[in-house]
C-alpha cells in the first residue's frame, strides 16, 4: 500500500508541472484505434443494423474482434481477441459490474438492452486499460443520452417478432429535453419460447423472458457544469440454458450511478468528469424444470459492487492527455445446497464463492501527443493495487482444506504500460503498437470452490496462490481508403506468461454427480493468441455497397497444444442497397473446419457452416412521425448448424422471419 | 501453532506489563464446568457423586467429568483416588468396556476426568451400570447407579475381528462439532483382552476415506491418515469435509507392519468399508 501511494504521488508530481502550463492552440485531434458500434442515437436504434431490436450481443459480434460463447438463445458470453471474461473488460459508462453467476451464465452485456445504449467502443488489448486490468481488451458499453436541447418531449415505440421461438419484442423510450435538464427513459421486454435448429429440430430449454426498465437526467446548473443520474433495472425470469444442466429462474441487476462532469474555462483542462455508482446483481439457477436430476441443488450467487473514477481530460501544446483514478469494491458470494433424495438427512451446502471481497485502486494516464496533422503517439501507462480477501470463515475453512497455510487475503500490483504510434494520410493509415499488462485471478480461478464446467464436465477448484498473468502484446494495422473502396487489416499478437488454466488432479474426487474428475487452477508458462481481420468496403454503384470481412485467430501454449475458444476462419459477406428510403442486405457469414480444438477443454471438431440472411427496410415520414419498419430471413436455406463457440454443440438457429418496427414521434 | 504461541506470549507480555502496576490482583476463577451438562448423580449414605459430560452420554466414546460432594457438608472433594467400572448386564453374560483411568482435571482439584467406550447400547433387557470406587485420606468408598446408554443416531463405535483374530473397538472422539474445513480428527483403538479387561492398542495406522454416499460418493481431499500420540495415546490424524451433510468416514486397520487388519480400501465396485463411522452436521 505504500509503495503504491508513493508511486501516486510520483505521478501528480509529473503531472502537476504540465498543468502548470499555458494551453496551446493545437487542434489537431489525435487519432484512435477505438473501434465503435453505433446501436442508438437518442430515442432511435440504428436503422442501418439489419435487425434493429437485435440484442446487445449481435451488434458486438459485427467486430471482427469479438465472438460470443453461446450456451443458449440469451446472454451470451463475448470472447474479446479468443479471450473470455477472466481476460477482458467489460464496463458500463466506464463502471465495473461482476456477474454473480460461478458458471459465467450471466455477462454483464446481459444486464443492459440495445435501448439502453448509443454505442460499444472496443478496444484492443491494452488499449483498454482506461477502466480496470485486462489482457484481451475492452468493451465499453455507452449509455444512450440526449443532452440538452430544446426539443422538448421526443417518443419511440419499439415493437418486434421473430417467428423462430416466437419472440416478442415490445419497448418505449420516452425522452424530455430542455437546454438545463434532461430525462431519458426506456423500456424494453422479451419473451421468447424454445427455438427450432435447422430442420425444425426444437431446442428445449433455450426460452428467456427478460424486461429492461432504464432512467438517465441530467441537469446543468451552470453552463460548464452538469449533474447526471442513471439507473438500469434489468430482470430476467425463466432463462433456459439447453446447453448446460441447470437453467436460471431470476437474474436481476440494479445498476446506478452518479456523475459530476465540469468543462473548466482553464487553459489546460479540457473536462473533468467524476462518477460514484454502485449495482448488486442476484443470480438464482433453478434444475427443478430438468426432467432428469441426480440431486437437485440450489446455486445462487450476488455480485455487489461501489466504485468512483475520476477523470481529466486536457491539452497541453501537441499533448491530449487523460488522468483517470479510479476505484471499484467488490463482494461476490456463492453458495450451493444439495438436497439428498432421502428427505431425513441434512441439507448439503458449501459455499461455491466464499464472499470474496475485492478492492481495486487504479491510476490511469494517457499522452496523445499529435506528431503533425497525420501521425501522433499514444502513450499510456497504469498501476493499480488489487486487494482480495475471503470474509467468509466457512469458505475460508473450506479453501483451507486445499491450501492448509493460506490467509484470507492476498494483495496484488498490478501494471499497464502501452506505446502506439499512429499514421492516417489521405489514402494509408497504419499503427504499430507494443503494450505490457497484467492481470489479477477472478474470484473462481482464484477462490472458487468445486465450480462445474459441462463443457469439459470438471469440477474447479480456485487457487489463491496463482501469479499475476501478464501479456506482452504487438500490435499493427494497416489500411487504404479512397472514396470508393476501402481495406483493412488489423492484427494483434499476444504472448501471455503464467496463463491461468484449470489442470486435472487425479487424487482429487469431483463433487458433481458424472465429473470426469477435478482440475485446479494453476498457470502455464505461457500462452500465445494471433489474431488478424481483414476487412473491404466497395462501393459498387452509388446505392449498391458490398462489404466483406475475413478473421483469423490462432491460440497455442507452451507445449504447441492449442488452446480453448479459438475461431477457426470466419467470414461474411454482403451486399447492400439502398434507394430513398428503402434499404435492403443480402449476406453470407460462415466458418471453416474448427481444425484447431482441444479435447483437454471438452473441444472436438466442428463442422464448417454458411449461413445467408437477408433484410429489408423501409423508413415513412409523416408530419413529425417517423416510421421505421425492418423484416428479414436469417438462416434461409435453414441449415443445421453449430460453431466453435457453442457450448456443448448446442445448435444455432433455424430459419427465423423477423420485424422489427420503430414509430417514433 | 506458531501464530498460537506467538499470542500467548504477547498476552503474556502485556498481562506482565499491565498486571505489575496492581499488586492486589485475583486469579480469575474459571468455571471448570463450562459447556458440561451433569446427567447423573450417583449417591450413597456419605457422598454424591455428580456426573458431567460434554454432550449426551450414548453409545460410543464419552468423556466424563465427575465431582464428590460430601453430603454432611455439602463440600467437593479434593485429592480422592478413583477407579471406576463400567459393566453391561446381558441376558447371559456381563462385560465391561474400554475406559481410561480417572485424572484431576483443572485448578481447583475437585473435578475428575475420563472415558468410556460403550461400545453396545442399552435395550429393553439389557443395560450397563457404572460402579465408581474412591478412597479419601485412605477411607475406601464405593457407589453404583446403572446409567442411560441409549443408541447413538449415527454410528460411533465400530467392534469387529481382525484378519489376526483379536477383537478390537474403533471410537470417534473428535471433532464433537465437524465443520467445512480439515478437522483434526481424533479415534480411540483398543482390543479385548477379556470380557472385562481393555487394553489400548499401541502404534497401528487407522486409515481414513470421508465419502458422501448421497453425491455419488463424492470424497474429500488432504485427509491425514491417524497415528497414535505419546501423550493420551489415542490416535490423531485430520479429516476434511467439503460441505454439510451425511458423511461415511470408512475405516481401514493397520497394524505396525502396515498389514490391514479390517476394512476395505474405497473403489468404483467397493462404495464402502466394513467399519467406518458416520456423522451428520
Known sequence: MKKLLILIFFFFHIAIPLLAQEKAVDTLAPKTLTEVIVIGKKTQLSQKQAKPLTTVDDYLQQSGKVDMVKRGGYAWEPLLNSMATERTLVTIDGMRVFGACTDKMDPITSYVEVSNLSEATIESGQQGSCHGATIGGAIDLKRNRSGFSDSGWEATLNSGYETNSNQKILGTAINYTASKFYIDTDFMFRDAGNYDAGNHEEVLFSQFRKFNISGTSGFSFKENKLIEASVIYDKATDVGYPALPMDVSLAEALITSLKYEYAPKLPLLEKWETKIYYNTVTHKMDDTKRPFVPVHMDMPGWSDTYGFYSKVNGVYNAHHFTADLNSFYNRSIASMTMYPSDPSENLMFMYTWPDVRTLYNALFLEDNYVLNCHSSFKFTASIANHFNKVSNELGLESLQIFYPDMKDSKNRILKSFSAAYLVDKSYFSYSLGLAYGDRAPSVSEGYGFYLFNSFDRYDYIGNPELKNESSLEGNASIGFATEKFSAKLMSSYFHISNYIVGKPDDSLIPMTIGASGVKIYTALDYATIFNTDFSLEYQLMSNLKWTGKLVYSYGKDNHQDNLPFISPLRYASSVQYHINKFTSEIGVQGNAVQSQYNPFYGEDRTPSYAILNASAGYSFVLDKSKLGLKAGVENILDTYYSTFSDWNNIPRKGRNFFMNLSFGF | ?281
Open chain 2, 1 to 281: 501453532m506458531k501464530f498460537q504461541i506467538k499470542n500467548i506470549i504477547a498476552i503474556i507480555c502485556i498481562a506482565l506489563t499491565f498486571g505489575s502496576c496492581s499488586s492486589d490482583d485475583t486469579a480469575p476463577t474459571v468455571n471448570e464446568l463450562e459447556g458440561l451438562t451433569k446427567f447423573k448423580e450417583i449417591t450413597n449414605t456419605n457422598h454424591t457423586i455428580e456426573l458431567y459430560s460434554h454432550q449426551p452420554v450414548q453409545q460410543g466414546y464419552n468423556e466424563i467429568s465427575l465431582k464428590i460432594k460430601d453430603n454432611a457438608s455439602g463440600k467437593y472433594i479434593q485429592n480422592a483416588a478413583i477407579s471406576w467400572l463400567p459393566l453391561m448386564h446381558m441376558k447371559m453374560i456381563t462385560h465391561s468396556c474400554p475406559k481410561s483411568a480417572i485424572e484431576t482435571a483443572g485448578t481447583s482439584g475437585t473435578v475428575y476426568k475420563g472415558t468410556i467406550v460403550f461400545q453396545m447400547a442399552q435395550n429393553a433387557t439389557e443395560y450397563w451400570d457404572l460402579k465408581i470406587d474412591y478412597s479419601i485420606n485412605g477411607t475406601a468408598y464405593t457407589a453404583t447407579s446403572i446409567i442411560d446408554v441409549p443408541a447413538s443416531a449415527k454410528q460411533r463405535v465400530t467392534s469387529f475381528t481382525g484378519t489376526d483374530n483379536v477383537k478390537y473397538i474403533l471410537a470417534y472422539a473428535e471433532p464433537h462439532h465437524p465443520k467445512v474445513a480439515l478437522n483434526e480428527m481424533t479415534v480411540g483403538l483398543y482390543k479385548m483382552e477379556s470380557m472385562m479387561d481393555f487394553s489400548v492398542v499401541d502404534n497401528f495406522k487407522i486409515k481414513i476415506d470421508p465419502r458422501m454416499p448421497s453425491m455419488g460418493n463424492h470424497g474429500s481431499p488432504n485427509n491425514v491418515d491417524l497415528t497414535q500420540a505419546a501423550a493420551d495415546k489415542l490416535y490423531h490424524g485430520k479429516m476434511s469435509l467439503t460441505m454439510t451433510g451425511y458423511w461415511k468416514i470408512n475405516l481401514q486397520l493397520l497394524n505396525a507392519n502396515n498389514e490391514v487388519l479390517k476394512g476395505e480400501a474405497i473403489t468404483e465396485s467397493v462404495p464402502a468399508s466394513s467399519i467406518y463411522f458416520e456423522l451428520e452436521f
